[in-house]
């Protein structure tokens, strides 16, 4: 079956421009999460969504990063007015339902975002 | 403050021998320990992952070792192959499908 989708893989942008970045979760997978992965590092979480809610946004840097899932399937990770500092890998990741204790995160090959 | 420290950065390892790569977190709630496997441009990928319930968890050459007093776990790669070169990460998360916190990595690199 099909896995976690990003696209585009790569995205060259120039500082000031806005991005949008795309997640296609496994079907049926309710838990969609955003992670920044600078060079060299761990991930980082961003935010991440139970359906189409936003359960946590503590991770998201600044006002110019926004994420929103609205028919509770594919993702979009928004960046206004692209920083050097924003550039990175960008990786999705999502999960089945749960009956407790939590199920096993899937991840996507993520997007390399470079601001120049 | 760093959740999970992650050693070592680094590591180089004869073909055959076992690489070790410890993890010590922070948190008591953290409830699921997953380690994962990521090759250059690609995601991470889950390895094996074990619950503070119990103490060792085996899947063919892999083994997590897990502390819960020490709050430290490890993985144990046997027989290492230079097809297991790449860069692995401990992460751990509370209860639920809740956001992963991650180490900082270790680059193993097997050598024939």
């Known amino acids: 079956g099909a896995g976690v989708s990003q696209s585009p893989r790569y995205k060259v942008a120039k500082r000031g421009q806005d991005v949008a970045l795309r997640c296609d979760p496994i079907s049926g997978h309710v838990s969609l999460f955003w992670y920044q992965q600078a060079l060299g590092q761990g991930p980082e979480f961003l935010t991440y969504f139970q359906n189409e809610a936003q359960l946590d946004k503590s991770g998201l840097p600044s006002d110019r990063f926004f994420a929103e899932r609205p028919e509770g399937s594919v993702s979009t990770l928004k960046i206004q007015r692209t920083q050097q500092e924003d550039s990175a890998v960008y990786l999705c990741a999502s999960s089945p339902p749960s009956t407790g204790g939590g199920t096993e995160a899937f991840f996507g090959q993520g997007t390399r975002l470079t601001v120049v | ?112």
């Open chain 2, 1 to 112: 403050q760093q959740q999970v420290k992650q050693s070592p950065q680094s590591l180089i390892v004869q073909k055959g021998g076992i690489s070790i790569i410890n993890c010590a977190y922070e948190n008591t709630a953290f409830d699921y320990f997953p380690w994962y496997q990521q090759f250059p441009g690609k995601g991470p990928a889950l390895l094996i992952a074990i619950r503070p319930d119990v103490s060792e968890k085996k899947e063919g050459r892999f083994t997590i070792s897990f502390n819960k007093s020490a709050k430290q776990f490890s993985l144990h790669i046997m027989d290492s192959q230079p097809g297991d070169s790449a860069t692995y990460f401990c992460a751990a998360r509370n209860s639920g499908n809740t956001p992963l916190v991650f180490g900082k990595g270790t680059r193993l690199s097997v050598i024939a």
